[in-house]
């Protein structure tokens, strides 16, 4: 079974606005980690936080973790076409990066 | 794109068969971990090789096995396939002792059992 929850499920935005997503989960973690995922091809790590930080920037992505509340969520600012794909958390309970992902959110940017 | 290679692509299966997937890691990984990932769903974990030796199995029966070779390339294979086994298959190459910086994936191999 998967060991997290996504919403929304899906998600149509414009070109230009901002796109969030969240995360949650079941047991106690080392890291959460966001991929990628275009059109059912390979996944692509995004952003890593650790269990002991509550937010983390990389270029447009903010990730923001909530440990007591066990959920995480990723913001997409200035969302562009190109991000239009399936975002995946994914979570590592210090197994050596034996991840246990959540059910996704589809995204689609629309120009 | 990654230095995480998959073959085949795709293939397709009948009920019953046994089928061999094959991985090779990224350059400097000792690590390959498996996946599965049917239709619209996230990624579940079937396994993880280390030192040639299974490190971490999923919810998944015995009918899977994998196989990790000293130059930490890796196989899964499925005997008896069912129905339910057709998915996108994905393996991911880390390096061990460095959780917390991400792994890589491959590009996934697409199982269809007829």
């Known amino acids: 079974s998967q060991q997290g929850e996504e919403d929304p499920q899906a998600l149509s935005i414009q070109e230009g606005e901002n796109a969030t997503m969240n995360c949650s989960y079941k047991t106690s973690i080392n890291n959460l980690q966001w991929y990628r995922q275009n059109s059912g091809r390979g996944l692509v790590h995004l952003i890593l936080?650790?269990?002991?930080?509550r937010e983390k920037h990389s270029g447009r992505l903010r990730v923001t973790l909530d440990t007591s509340k066990k959920s995480s969520s990723l913001l997409i600012t200035a969302s562009r076409a190109a991000d239009t794909a399936s975002y995946f958390c994914a979570t590592d309970a210090n197994t050596g990066n034996q991840f246990y992902f959540g059910t996704g959110t589809s995204l689609t940017v629309i120009p | 794109e990654t230095g995480v290679t998959q073959s085949p692509t795709h293939l397709i299966k009948t009920r019953g068969q046994q089928v061999t997937l094959r991985c090779s890691s990224q350059?400097?990984?000792?690590?390959v971990s498996w996946y599965q990932q049917a239709l619209g769903q996230g990624p579940q974990f079937i396994f993880q090789y280390y030192r040639e030796e299974e490190n971490g199995r999923g919810n998944f029966p015995p009918r899977f096995s994998g196989l990790q070779f000293p130059n930490y390339s890796s196989e899964l294979n499925v005997n008896a396939l069912e129905l339910d086994d057709s998915a996108l298959y994905l393996c991911a190459s880390s390096l061990m002792g460095t959780s917390g910086v991400g792994a890589y994936f491959g590009p996934g191999t697409r199982l269809t059992v007829l």
């Open positions: 936080i650790r269990s002991n930080e």
């Open positions: 350059s400097g990984h000792n690590t």
